[in-house]
Structure formats: structure tokens, C-alpha cells
């Protein structure tokens, strides 16, 4: 272990599973701490640490502000249009799927990654979606803020203690850089926010079905213009 690594894990889990994960090299993903599967009370301990503005209703839930932009925002979702996928999507008039190509996607992946880079601590939610273990998917969620990783948490099955320690690599990385603005000028977007969508064969060597695809998300947006919703409708 490096002294960076050493010092990551001082200030949080031992961050060896995400430092040698292919995923984690590939997008040149280098976090000051991580902070992985926290549970509810410890990530509200940390929200009311951190996010300004945070408390806990009298109902037990935890409020926080998000900023200006609350809502979704249909039209600055972006889907890569890879050869072998493109048929399944719905494109053109009156679909809510927009076109983006490789290059740019990359682009901001890169900006959206170099932010989660930069902060204090990265929060990773590693469950699953698919109640049948047959066709079950292993999801990673890469956030900065504790709502977004509580969002997560109650979204996806939750593994046990043996499953996470065998979780491996995942199938689908979720970006979620939602404090950092968005390349608006390269993008035609909106408001600066920006959810995109990439569907490919990677890594390829763990492929052992055709349909098994890794899917790379990543949601950008600005602190005064937030939103991480997804809609992509896939043809019957």
C-alpha cells in the first residue's frame, strides 16, 4: 500500500477494492478517502456534518437542500450510440433519448472524475439489482454527497457481509458528480446539468454472456442546478 492509500484509509474503509478495480484505473479514479456501504444513522451523522442546511424532520427523514434545480430534466440526458446497442434504444422525434458520441462522453466522465478526485471523501454504495440471482446485475454507485449514497442505499439490494467482501468487480458504474457543473458549451445542455448514459462491453475478458454489458453513468450537474435522474426507453 502507498502512503496515499494508507492515508484513504485512515480517514475511511480500506480502499484497496476500488483502488485495483479495472473500472476505477480506466477513468483515472484517485479518492482522498472512501467510505463504502455506510449505514442510514452514520450517513446522516455525516450528512449533518457536512451539508449545510441538513436536519432531520419529525418524521425521521433526513431533509436537505439541493439546490435551485429540484426537478427532473429530460432534456439534458444523453445516451452513447454504440453499434450493437443502438437498436434497442428509441431515437428520434418525440423520444426522450438524446445522441451523444464517445468522445464527449469520455470528456466529461474525465471532468466529472477528476472532480469525485478532489473532494474530501468519496461515498460507495455497492448492492444489486434483479431479485433473481440469475439475471441479477452488481451495481456501484460513486457519490460525494451523503443523500445521493442514502438515495442508493434504499434503491438497491443490499448485500450481506460474505457478498460484499466477494463483490468484485461491478457490472454497472453509476458517476454521480451532481455538485460539479457541466461542460454546458460542448453540450448544448441546459442549466449546466447533465446525466449521461454509456452501454459498453467492458471490461471484455469478463464477459460471459452477450448480453452482459457494463453500464457507465454519470450525472453532473451544478450546486445551484442539481438533478440525477435517468430515463432511457428501450424499445419492446
Known amino acids: 500500500m502507498t502512503m496515499s492509500q494508507f492515508a484513504i484509509s485512515r480517514d475511511g474503509d480500506d480502499p484497496s477494492f476500488l483502488l485495483n478495480s479495472a473500472f476505477c484505473?480506466?477513468?483515472?479514479?484517485?479518492?482522498?478517502?472512501?467510505?463504502?456501504?455506510?449505514?442510514?444513522?452514520?450517513?446522516?451523522?455525516?450528512?449533518?456534518?457536512?451539508?449545510p442546511n441538513t436536519q432531520?424532520?419529525?418524521?425521521?427523514?433526513?431533509?436537505?437542500?439541493?439546490?435551485?434545480?429540484?426537478?427532473?430534466?429530460?432534456?439534458?440526458?444523453?445516451?452513447?450510440r454504440e453499434p450493437g446497442f443502438e437498436d434497442a434504444v428509441w431515437w428520434g422525434e418525440h423520444s426522450p433519448n438524446y445522441e451523444m458520441d464517445e468522445g464527449t462522453f469520455l470528456m466529461n466522465r474525465e471532468a466529472a472524475v477528476d472532480y469525485l478526485n478532489t473532494v474530501d471523501r468519496v461515498y460507495v454504495v455497492?448492492?444489486?439489482?434483479?431479485?433473481?440471482?440469475?439475471?441479477?446485475?452488481?451495481?456501484?454507485?460513486v457519490c460525494s454527497r451523503e443523500h445521493h449514497a442514502l438515495f442508493a442505499?434504499?434503491?438497491?439490494?443490499?448485500?450481506t457481509k460474505h457478498?460484499?467482501?466477494?463483490?468484485?468487480?461491478?457490472?454497472?458504474?453509476?458517476?454521480?458528480a451532481g455538485a460539479f457543473a457541466a461542460n454546458k458549451v460542448s453540450l448544448g445542455i441546459i442549466l449546466f446539468v447533465l446525466c449521461m448514459l454509456n452501454v459498453v462491453k467492458w471490461p471484455k475478458a469478463a464477459l460471459s454472456e452477450p448480453w452482459k454489458k457494463v453500464l457507465d453513468i454519470v450525472a453532473s450537474a451544478s450546486p445551484q442546478a442539481e438533478s440525477h435522474r435517468l430515463a432511457c426507453v428501450i424499445k419492446p
Open 153 to 159: 442505499h434504499n434503491m438497491l439490494i443490499r448485500p
Open 126 to 141: 455497492d448492492g444489486y439489482a434483479n431479485w433473481d440471482s440469475q439475471c441479477r446485475m452488481k451495481i456501484r454507485v
Open 25 to 51: 484505473r480506466d477513468a483515472g479514479f484517485e479518492p482522498k478517502a472512501v467510505c463504502r456501504n455506510l449505514s442510514p444513522p452514520k450517513l446522516y451523522a455525516k450528512a449533518l456534518a457536512f451539508e
Open 163 to 176: 457478498e460484499l467482501a466477494d463483490f468484485g468487480e461491478p457490472d454497472f458504474v453509476i458517476w454521480n
Open 56 to 80: 432531520i424532520t419529525s418524521s425521521g427523514a433526513l431533509a436537505t437542500t439541493t439546490g435551485n434545480k429540484t426537478g427532473r430534466s429530460p432534456r439534458d440526458k444523453r445516451i452513447v
